[in-house]
């Protein structure tokens, strides 16, 4: 077996704001595995400034994991737990190599374009204009899941575009969801949480900075709306830890991103925990590409969760990678009659 690793630089069609800053490009890294004439590929999803394993040797890793490729996903994935995003890219490469079509890893009713997926619509941090406008567009296109980025503009402004949709939208009719990166100080935090419960949203996720965990487990007992954890779960890595962290904080839900996360072996983790304990969860993409991304929705359907999950990220760039991946009236659909443009022999990588 041979492994090589990529880089590839994704440019955003126009530039994406969170709490953390704007986007206006996202590196993304790619493990290609060759055997017996069979070409495979996994994602590496990483995420400067938010991903654990965002560290000056995260290449030197790389070559070391191609160069070790022969060890097999099971070693590799221990040996890599330092970094989630490259046992994801690890685990999806072997998954797309052991299976027919380097693309089609998860066959199920949703890849034969029976089902789809319920995803929510993302809207983007920016002017106050400019977040009416994607509520507008997202509203107008279907989508009966809106999930906004908070915590950048004026708190006044965004309770304000709140109540612009519950105007004209019963909770009925349409789900917000709410996601605060962290943004809110831990002395205001209850006091914006409860402002904002005024517009009956589904939860609010990260509202608070992670590793303040007092203050986060007490959140989650007294909060008007439940909260989700996201950062919260990135960099605890044994199954130890993570069930501690459960228990002390006591959340309603886990938002799981694979790239973040240790793949889905690490989301089935979590996934087995928060059942344990009553906590609800969602699985969402981490910017990745249509590889990444496709694999992500492949997997996330047949976990069987009927809820919205965060898998509308695909055509958020210029320079992403055609494929059967199709959003329709907020659902995500697996269109079969729609084929991959990605050429292995064609090393466009930048």
Known sequence: MKATYHKYTLQFKRPSGTSRGVMTDKETWFI?????????????????????DDRS?????????????????????????EFPSIQFGVEMAFQSLASENPFLLFPSEFTNHQKSIPINGLVWMG???????QIEEK??????????????????????LLRFIREHFTLEQVEIRVDAN???????????????????LHSIEQPIQKN?????????????IPIALDE?????????????????IKPQYLIL?????????????????????????????????????????????IQHNLMPQGLGTGELYTNNFDCPLTVSKGQLWYVKDKDWKFDFETKNWN
């Open 32 to 52: 290609i595995l060759e055997q017996g004439g069979k070409k495979a590929i996994g994602e590496c999803g990483l995420l400067r400034g938010l991903s654990i």
């Open 57 to 81: 040797d995260y290449e030197e890793k790389l070559q070391w994991t191609c160069a070790n490729i022969h060890l097999g996903e099971n070693q590799l994935w221990d040996a890599l737990i």
């Open 127 to 133: 002017e106050e204009s400019f977040m009416k406008q």
């Open 139 to 160: 509203l107008a296109a279907g989508f009966r899941c809106v999930k906004l980025k908070i915590g950048a503009i004026d708190f006044d402004a965004e309770l304000q």
């Open 182 to 200: 962290g943004a809110f100080d831990t002395s205001l935090a209850l006091y914006k949480i409860t402002q904002l419960s005024e517009f009956k």
């Open 212 to 224: 303040n965990t007092d203050s986060m487990a007490e959140l989650c007992k007294i909060t008007p």
């Open 232 to 248: 919260e779960l990135i960099g605890v890595f044994s199954l130890e830890e993570k069930e501690a962290l459960l228990q002390k």
């Open 257 to 301: 991103k694979p790239s973040f996360i240790g793949g889905f072996r690490g989301a089935k983790e979590w996934i087995s925990l928060a059942e344990k304990y009553n906590i609800g969860w969602w699985i969402t993409s981490a910017l990745e590409s249509n590889i990444g991304l496709n694999a992500i929705a492949q997997w996330a359907f």
